[in-house]
């Protein structure tokens, strides 16, 4: 048993690290006094060890925060929290739940700020307690009992020793020896690959230079492990579907089985139409029906960002990070744009998808650029929005059924709040940028954002980034079986013009999703487009 306990059962990944840093993105303390343990709101925090909780409330940028109270000059500070579950003067046993987690305060996103605390001075966590320890009384997340104790534990005897705590520390039977410290443990600044089982396999596929078979329609192959390339009979409609962010381009279609028809999942498709490239990429699902038809999942290769990694980096762009991916799990690589904004160190444990989709967040806050990743045709690209632009007008000619709507409830501000930290004199300072017109249209919505790193040039070039990004309402238009473009992917930029009732939507919008639907000849699209804010054409 250990003398602290991981505070997030089921979740150990780090995103913040203690110690100096370099605020992600321009955003919270430099000099950051814990750690950020990510997980989802609502997750259970658990107390890390027995004691009195000293605070639960409001306490600035930490948010809705619990402070705990050990014994012997030691307490522990849980912040950010969407829920405090706990009051001030209630006794706690290690494991009770005492908080959920939440984003509240100055905070980019759901996670817990854990500190631990002695003497005035805060301790890296890291040295104390990793994911899975716990003491000798742990409450296993049962949450706390009663107004005046906790289950019965006792407070917390004064001078408990060093870190106390265990089955000699806090709620132990009197007058033991509190159990030493754990060793330092240094923080983690690269990852290193011990040992490997085995080689990595290598897949063949020779689709991509493969003859047309078809000039004319809609051509499905696909090749198996033996090499050959088949064309299999195509029954009723063909799906192609696209989002501009977090998901590969999947292809759907159901295939007439036969004697001849051998093919297994992993294997390479291909989707030409009228003799164009459309879609490279590997079958994942077969499921098979009753009368003999086969219903065929195909993803491209974005699906393989799926797979999870531990990353360390520093000072690198985007589009560094990208390369540096791709080079990792031998993905093939297009033509990549040059997003030129250095990303600061960053500690990161998920999905490569999800770790490229940060990246490009922190990107768009800090330049006002947006950055679109697709497949096009089994080669990664990264490009600049502006520069997806589709020439497929979409009008009444052409939309035969749509829904539009415009919304300020959804990431609109008219003032942007920027605060800094200024330790020489102890005060924190702030910039604010307002826009009088929405204001006086839609009341006060306010944008606010932690930014001490930043220089007063950075600060105002973010000002002006983030007014232009967020002061415009979002516009949604959803339209169905309006003629198709196999141009059209998510992210594509097209001109809309349609004559709703009581306006004319007449600009240039963003496709955030489309399905491709192709059968008997025809090819009809159903589409999600969202005004782009500070996109201008």
Known sequence: MSVWGWPVPSHSRISSPFGQRRSPGGIGSTNHGGIDI??????????????????????????????????????????????????????????????????????????LHFEIRSGGQRHNPSNFVRFGMRTSDWANGSPVSGGGSAGGVAPPPPGGGAIGGGASGVGASGGEVAAPAPPPRKEITRVVTESTTGQTGRRKNNLRTAESVLDVGCEILIQNRREDILMPVTVGEIALEYTRRGSPGKLTFDVANDEILNFHEGNPVRFRVDGENVFLGYVFTKRRSYGGVITVTAYDQIRYLKNKDTLVYEDKTYSELLRLIATNFDL????????RHKIPRRVEEATLLDILMTASEITTKNTGRLYVLYDDFGALR???????????????????????????DRDVYNQIVLAQDNHEVGQREVRVANAETNQSRWGLLRFYENVSEATPQVLQEKKSVLLDH??????TLRIANCFGSTQVRGGSVIPVHLDIGDIVVKNFMVVERVKHKFEEGKHFMDLCVAGRRGFRV
């Open 332 to 339: 093939r690589l297009g033509e990549i744009a040059d997003t």
């Open 382 to 408: 990264l490009t600049d929005i502006e520069d997806m632009q589709v020439k497929k007008l979409i009008d009444k000619d052409t939309a035969s059924d749509f829904d539009y709507t415009t919304t300020i």
């Open 470 to 475: 967020h002061n415009q309402k979002a516009r």
């Open 38 to 111: 990510a997980a989802p709101t609502g997750a259970p925090i658990l107390a890390a060890r027995a004691g009195r909780v000293t605070a639960s409330g409001w306490q600035g940028g930490f948010g809705n925060t619990v402070i705990i109270d050990h014994g012997g000059g030691w307490s522990t500070l849980y912040a950010h929290n969407s829920q405090n579950l706990v009051r001030a003067g209630q006794m706690v046993r290690g494991g009770n739940l005492i908080a959920r987690v939440g984003s509240t305060g100055n905070s980019t996103g759901p996670h």
